[in-house]
């Protein structure tokens, strides 16, 4: 059964403290692993998509990299504005349906 | 930016009750799909559909729901008879068709409807 598994489940920051978050997967055939920003009663927001094994996305203080195993979103200097749920998920090769893991809050605080 | 459009924000229904939740997805686009996220858990894909039929369905999508695409721009998620267990935050989202420009690729989601039954 593909899963996806998020750590830490909460991080608490200071601002400017670099951190990084982590994405375990197990998935039959990798079709892309996904990093969503989820803010309090919304809608996840697409940050990255990373396809394969060694591929690196960055956005500002936000750095995704991909492992064949797992994937890691690096934090850079984080401000308050940060603060959210990161969301990975993942597609297979079977469907384009998302799996999610259960995300990782982040509180950054000034 | 393009978005996707969800209403109504939020409802409460009696149980027993059908629902229906409405989706505007981002025009050009030509997967759309319902999640769903009971409060404090993960966000649970529900049902694709493209090319005007269902595409995949998970276990949740059982025979109380159902999904249409009525006119050009709509989508909508009906619950024929709501329970409490229902209750949670309803996403579709939408996409574009193939890779290339991960942007386009990535699925884009609306900000939801905060379904209550009591």
């Known amino acids: 059964e593909d899963q996806v598994t998020q750590s830490p489940e909460a991080l608490r920051l200071q601002e400017g403290e670099s951190s990084s978050l982590n994405c375990s997967y197990t998935v039959s055939g990798l079709r892309g692993l996904f990093w969503y920003r989820q803010d309090p009663g919304k809608g996840p927001e697409f940050l990255f998509t990373l396809y394969s094994a060694g591929e690196e996305k960055e956005k500002e203080r936000l750095k995704a990299t991909l492992t064949k195993k797992e994937s890691f979103l690096h934090i850079t200097a984080p401000k308050p504005e940060d603060s959210a749920t990161y969301l990975c998920?993942?597609?297979?090769?079977?469907?384009?349906?998302?799996?999610f893991g259960k995300g990782t809050t982040l509180s950054v605080s000034s | 930016e393009p978005e996707v459009t969800q209403t109504p924000s939020h409802q409460v229904t009696q149980m027993g009750q059908e629902v229906i939740l409405r989706c505007v997805p981002i025009s050009n686009h030509l997967y759309f799909y319902w999640y769903r996220q009971i409060l404090g858990q993960k966000v649970e894909f529900l049902v694709s559909f493209y090319n005007n039929e269902i595409s995949e369905k998970s276990e949740i999508f059982d025979d109380q729901f159902s999904v249409e695409r009525p006119d050009g721009s709509n989508f909508t998620l009906k619950i024929r008879s709501t329970k409490l267990e229902d209750s949670a935050m309803y996403f579709c989202a939408s996409r574009r068709r193939g890779q290339g420009d991960p942007k386009l690729y990535g699925y884009t989601f609306g900000s939801g409807t905060r379904l209550t039954v009591v």
């Open positions: 998920a993942v597609s297979n090769q079977a469907g384009t349906a998302l799996i």
